[in-house]
């Protein structure tokens, strides 16, 4: 079975030559145990940041060995009694086709409740990650203006349509093309959105929020936080989700020039990391699989065909390839 390895550190934007399909025995089960057959594989923008050989909340991945991600798969072997084969399974062994691990790293999923891919996006981390950070980072109020970036994307997207759907006077978003900001107006129900690439985004987000906002969803960081910084009203909040604009500089980035004005306007900038929000999950599964099963919330998805193409969708997730989220169907 054929699984990706990172070779070589990338400096800058990764090359496909960073990176090797390798074949590889699939090793029989121990007990405790099951062999999943991948299915859909997620490529996700924190797997940049394991790319280099810095400490971070996730150890870097190291040379040589297939890489690691969110997969979602069918068991064809259990030695464990939690799981019998034709269970479909949550689980971290992604960028192979066979995972082999511990039945308590699997998580079970439905593949009757929703398709299987929704389980690494809308129902799954990006989705967790719109819920808890909208909600419980930024302390979301019913009447909040709201600006997302990264808006078309995987979290991006649900963050915008959460905060409409929780009652925001305003929903903003920002996307790197005409097309995705069409998108976030007529499909996902932004008040207004405008593309980063048009202009300098605070005089688009000063157009697009003339009152200003009161929550700023970061995804992208640099030029869109400053802007948000100076668009925010008094107790305005922050959630500090991502910084992908950044994620391939070689050397030290500016700063939000402005950063001294959350002082008079008593702002709250806060960082997250998804996995501090389980306990929130019961009431995401429950509110946001809810809106997916009405179709009051849309999930869109970019897919990617053959584990070949894996290191391709990873790219070309970086560049902005995708409307939703990225995935390799295998
Ligand atoms: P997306 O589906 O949003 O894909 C990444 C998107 O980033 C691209 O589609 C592209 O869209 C945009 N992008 C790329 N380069 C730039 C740039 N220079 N400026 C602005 N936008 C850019 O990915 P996710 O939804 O999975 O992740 C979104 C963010 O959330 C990331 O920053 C990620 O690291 C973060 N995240 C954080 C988590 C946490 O726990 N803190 C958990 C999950 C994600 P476009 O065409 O609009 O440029």
Redesign the pocket.
């Known amino acids: 079975a054929r699984a990706w390895h990172l070779v070589a550190r990338p400096v800058g934007e990764p090359n496909p030559e960073d990176f090797a399909l390798r074949e590889e025995p699939v090793a029989e089960p121990a007990e405790g145990q099951i062999v999943v057959r991948n299915l859909h594989l997620s490529v996700?923008?924190?797997m940049r940041g394991r790319m280099n050989d810095v400490k971070s909340y996730v150890p870097p991945f190291a040379l040589d060995r297939p890489m690691t991600g969110g997969a979602v798969g069918e068991v064809v072997a259990s030695r464990d009694g939690r799981f019998a084969v034709g269970d479909h399974v949550l689980h971290d062994l992604g960028w192979r086709e066979y995972a082999v691990l511990d039945a308590r790293h699997a998580f079970p999923v439905d593949a009757g409740a929703a398709p299987l891919s929704a389980y690494l996006g809308a129902l799954g981390?990006?989705g967790m990650?719109a819920y808890a950070g909208l909600l419980e980072v930024a302390s979301f109020r019913p009447g909040d203006a709201v600006f997302v970036?990264?808006a078309?994307?995987?979290?991006?997207s649900m963050a915008g349509q959460i905060a409409r759907l929780k009652g925001a006077s305003r929903v903003v978003g920002s996307?790197?093309?005409d097309e995705?900001v069409r998108r976030l107006v007529e499909e996902y129900g932004f008040d207004a959105a405008f593309n980063?690439k048009n202009g300098p985004v605070a005089e688009q987000l000063a157009k697009a929020a003339p009152d200003g906002i009161d929550v700023y969803f970061d995804?992208?960081g640099?030029e869109?936080l400053e802007a948000a910084i100076g668009a925010l009203r008094l107790h305005g909040r922050v959630t500090l989700?991502?910084?992908?604009?950044q994620y391939n500089a070689t050397g030290p980035v500016p700063g939000p020039g402005n950063l001294a004005l959350a002082i008079g306007k008593r702002l709250r900038l806060q960082g997250?990391?998804?996995m501090d929000h389980e306990a929130l999950r019961p009431r995401f599964v429950e509110e946001v699989g809810g809106w997916v099963r009405s179709g009051e919330l849309k999930r869109d998805e970019t897919v990617v065909h053959g584990i070949e193409g894996a290191v391709d969708a990873f790219l070309g997730?970086?560049?902005?390839?995708?409307t939703?989220?990225?995935i390799v169907s295998l």
């Open positions: 996700d923008p924190y981390m990006p990650t970036s990264g078309a994307g995987a979290v991006g996307a790197g093309s995705k980063y995804n992208v640099g869109h989700c991502g910084a992908i604009a997250m990391i998804v997730m970086l560049r902005g390839e995708n939703g989220k990225m």
